[in-house]
């Protein structure tokens, strides 16, 4: 665990400097979807402190099972909207927001709560029916939308471009988030996994997502 976390954290640290930035400026979410939580206790221990779950309910489970530990916990899969209620709070961030319908009622749950939800919009910058992501074209309501909800910050854009073998391949999609990250002016960018991190990194991410190079492949049954 150690061994990966350190290879990654040296990957994050060569791509930074190939796209001349620096290292710090680069978040490593570890994703633990699947993972057990003494699987995340152990990354803990290594000096892990973001992690990133997919499902309400499996992240509710483990941050109750490691409520000793002072883990920051971020949402990257799609929400439902039903599930915005035990969402709110729980998630420092939440990445994958794409919907009015869903900025209305986090603000709405966020507001009951007495607080203000940081969140980042979720763009699908290609046409594939199967993910989640607001296209190109509702990202300005969405921001406006968004602009006008005292219980919701958005602190930038995130992206799942299509897959490729080749890493290389998803750079103009990279490249892409950021010009609209850039008009927007926010802060963070979430985009690049175990496949394509470090290209997405040369591109500008200040967010990785990454969870087979540090906890294997994931086991669904
Ligand atoms: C599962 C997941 C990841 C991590 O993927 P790996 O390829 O295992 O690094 C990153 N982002 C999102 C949105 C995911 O669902």
Redo the contacts with the bound molecule.
């Keep these: 665990m150690l061994e990966n976390i350190s290879d990654v954290y040296k990957r994050i640290s060569h791509a930074a400097m190939r796209g001349g930035r620096s290292p710090e400026g680069v978040r490593l979410v570890a994703?633990s979807?699947t993972v057990q939580a003494e699987a995340v206790r152990e990354a803990y221990e290594a000096g892990q402190r973001i992690f990133?779950e997919?499902k309400v309910q499996e992240a509710q489970k483990k941050a109750e099972a490691l409520n000793d530990l002072n883990i920051q916990w971020h949402m990257?899969?799609h929400l439902q909207r039903n599930k915005a209620k035990h969402a709110v709070g729980l998630f420092k961030l939440i990445h994958s927001v794409d919907s009015i319908a869903l900025l209305e009622e986090i603000d709405k749950q966020a507001a009951k709560k007495g607080f203000v939800q940081s969140v980042l919009l979720q763009v699908k910058l290609a046409d594939e029916d199967t993910k989640s992501g607001a296209g190109e074209k509702e990202l300005d309501g969405l921001v406006q939308k968004a602009g006008g909800l005292k219980n919701i910050k958005v602190e930038g854009l995130m992206t799942?471009p299509p897959f490729f073998d080749e890493p290389e391949r998803a750079r103009p999609f990279f490249k892409r988030l950021k010009e609209l990250n850039n008009a927007y002016g926010f802060p963070e960018l979430s985009m690049g996994?175990?496949?394509d991190f470090e290209v997405a990194i040369e591109e500008g991410a200040t967010l990785v997502?990454?969870?087979?190079?540090i906890f294997g492949e994931?086991d669904y049954t």
């Design positions: 994703v979807k990133g997919s990257v899969g799942v996994m175990t496949g997502r990454v969870g087979t190079a994931r």
